[in-house]
């Protein structure tokens, strides 16, 4: 079994910066495809960025590519994942949300990730 905890998420400006960790118990964590979603009130859960467990791809949603500047890392070593945000808007509020999974999988659809952290709350006022 693996537990996903994210931290880093909170308030901030229209503009503003944040970075999210997603911390995993996993001893395998290194071979598990990572990944971030985010789910805004009333709206379905959106794919927002993936990382390959080796860390040599990266992919993002559509939606967020050029919104905002945005980089999905990992330290093995340390069994984290991170999602920089910057230059945050009002429509990036939401619940951002860690998950993990055994690849290959299909890297956008929240249905292939087995393991899901609790989620964390990004507010961005205008």
């Known amino acids: 079994q693996v537990q996903l905890v994210e931290s880093g998420g909170g308030l901030v400006q229209a503009g503003g910066s944040l970075r999210l960790s997603c911390a995993a118990s996993a001893r395998t964590f290194s071979s598990h495809v990572m990944a971030w979603f985010r789910q805004a009130p009333g709206k379905e859960r959106e794919f927002v960025a993936a990382i390959s467990d080796g860390g040599g791809g990266t992919y993002y949603a559509d939606s967020v590519t050029g919104r905002f500047t945005i980089s999905i890392s990992r330290e093995n070593a340390r069994k984290t994942v991170y999602l920089q945000m910057n230059n945050l808007k009002p429509d990036d509020t939401a619940v951002y949300s860690c998950?993990?999974?055994?690849?290959?999988?299909?890297?956008?659809?929240?249905?292939?990730?087995?393991?899901w952290g609790q989620g964390t709350q990004v507010n961005v006022s205008s």
């Open positions: 998950a993990g999974a055994r690849g290959p999988i299909s890297i956008r659809t929240a249905s292939q990730y087995a393991y």
